[in-house]
């Protein structure tokens, strides 16, 4: 079964906001290794970066920079903004 951009967006601040810690702003923020490690993100996300990038550009998250790769970017917070 196939998710288009908008549920997959959904998915995924579903899952920010089960694996981070809220914000005093009321934001979330998780670690990006956090999300790309972890079993139920793996097995729901084809391409977690795509909707990463997807997310940020609607402006649902922030994250410094354009791209995140595993490894390298493990320590850099992703945000899920306060609706």
Not at 4 to 23: D, F
Not at 49 to 78: S, Y
């Amino acid at each position: 079964m196939t998710m288009n951009v908008s549920e997959e967006i959904e998915r995924l601040k579903e899952e920010i906001t089960r694996l981070g810690k809220p914000c005093p702003d009321g934001s979330i923020s998780v670690k990006f290794g956090t999300l790309f490690n972890d079993d139920r993100c793996a097995n729901l996300f084809e391409a977690l970066v795509g909707t990463l990038r997807a997310a940020k550009k609607r402006k649902l998250i922030k994250f410094d920079g354009e791209l995140l790769l595993q490894g390298v970017h493990d320590n850099v917070d992703v945000i899920l903004l306060k609706a």
